[in-house]
């Protein structure tokens, strides 16, 4: 069992960065996939980004490659999303989502989950 924490979101700036973290809970996060999704009001929830239990696989959303990065830090039960160049349109809730031994971008896959932090960009 993994319980997911986010933070890092915030309000910034068209063009601007943010970098999301995931802190982790458990001594087994290192066999678990993780992705980050995120949804807007009235929107379903999406894909952004997912990473392999070791990291060296990943998988962007066309929307956000070349703009985001996902990375993970195993020893310290951490995940990371590195968000630049912003754009209001990536305005949303992120949460990120933990399932073992998995490398998948559906949302349905994954059975652990944060509560979400906010992410705001103005124009």
């Known amino acids: 069992q993994v319980q997911l924490v986010e933070s890092g979101g915030g309000l910034v700036q068209n063009g601007g960065s943010l970098r999301l973290s995931c802190a982790a809970s458990g001594r087994t996060f290192s066999s678990y996939g993780m992705g980050w999704f995120r949804q807007a009001p009235g929107k379903e929830r999406e894909f952004v980004a997912a990473i392999s239990w070791s990291g060296a696989r990943t998988s962007y959303a066309d929307s956000v490659k070349g703009r985001f990065t996902i990375s993970r830090d195993n020893a310290n039960n951490t995940g990371y999303l590195q968000m630049n160049s912003l754009k209001p349109d990536d305005t949303a809730v992120y949460y990120c989502?933990?399932?073992?031994?998995?490398?998948?971008?559906?949302?349905?896959?994954?059975?652990?989950w944060g509560q979400g932090t906010q992410v705001t960009v103005s124009s």
């Open positions: 989502a933990a399932a073992q031994w998995s490398f998948t971008t559906s949302v349905y896959q994954y059975n652990h």
